[in-house]
């Protein structure tokens, strides 16, 4: 009675896994929606129809480098992260890189980024009133760095300019202009920041640090 009770568990146990079996691979998961998540400087509907290969592909043998090749291409997405939402949604996170500046170097033209990094420019909605850069990458990139250990934020600068000397003039938007030695150029700085909140110097539209040790207002 025992050995019949244990071989009709045993396989009950059989039939059914293998219905299960059977029943899940009969059921398709295949991509039929596709959700772009944190995008703003790409169209979302533009990167769907980039990814268009993907529709129809199984989620559960989803090849990951395939979104990654069509992803690497948009040079301001610096990652991603994809969530896979059964049965058939596909869900794609990105992270893009901000724009902080536009970067003019003789004829060609790039976008400067908040993580240092420079993007060929191409007129992005709602990045008109970025400040511009005339100089060199190398040159900026050093600027920038220097910048951010004073907390001196570039948005209340409206150009910056480099001379063939390595000497930065600084255009702001309250139309000053900061003239700056080649070296030591963050003692300056901080002088103009200290500088700026006071009344008195509002009638000053030059403020000139060349001369070591000495400021000359116009």
Same mark, same amino acid.
């Given at each position: 009675m025992k050995k019949r009770l244990i071989i009709g568990l045993t396989l009950f146990l059989i039939l059914t896994t293998y219905r299960s079996q059977n029943l899940f691979l009969d059921i398709k998961f295949n991509v039929e929606e596709i959700i772009i998540e944190n995008s703003f400087i790409y169209n979302k509907k533009d990167i769907k129809k980039d990814l268009i290969s993907i529709y129809n592909t199984n989620l559960l043998f989803l090849d990951t480098q395939l979104i990654q090749k069509i992803l690497v291409k948009k040079? !301001?997405?610096? &990652?991603?992260?994809?969530?896979?939402?059964?049965?058939?949604?596909?869900?794609?996170?990105?992270?893009?890189?901000?724009?902080?500046?536009?970067?003019?170097?003789?004829? +060609?033209?790039?976008?400067?980024t908040d993580n240092k990094d420079f993007v060929n420019f191409n007129d992005l909605g709602g990045y008109e009133d970025l400040p511009i850069v005339f100089g060199k990458k190398k040159n900026f990139k050093i600027f920038y760095s220097e910048?951010?250990?004073?907390? !001196? &934020?570039?948005?209340?600068?409206?150009?910056?300019?480099?001379?063939? &000397?390595?000497?930065?003039?600084?255009?702001?938007?309250?139309?000053?202009?900061?003239?700056?030695?080649?070296?030591?150029?963050?003692? &300056?700085?901080?002088?103009?920041?200290?500088?700026?909140?006071?009344?008195?110097?509002?009638?000053?539209?030059?403020?000139?640090? +060349?001369?070591?040790?000495?400021?000359?207002?116009?």
């Open positions: 040079k !301001f997405i610096q &990652s991603y992260e994809i969530k896979k939402i059964f049965p058939n949604t596909l869900k794609i996170k990105v992270f893009e890189k901000k724009p902080l500046a536009v970067l003019q170097n003789k004829k +060609r033209k790039f976008y400067f910048l951010n250990k004073i907390n !001196f &934020s570039i948005d209340r600068i409206k150009k910056f300019y480099l001379y063939e &000397s390595d000497r930065w003039d600084l255009y702001t938007r309250q139309d000053k202009i900061i003239k700056l030695p080649i070296k030591d150029y963050h003692i &300056s700085l901080k002088n103009y920041l200290n500088l700026r909140t006071d009344k008195n110097f509002d009638k000053y539209q030059i403020f000139d640090y +060349r001369i070591k040790n000495q400021l000359i207002l116009k």
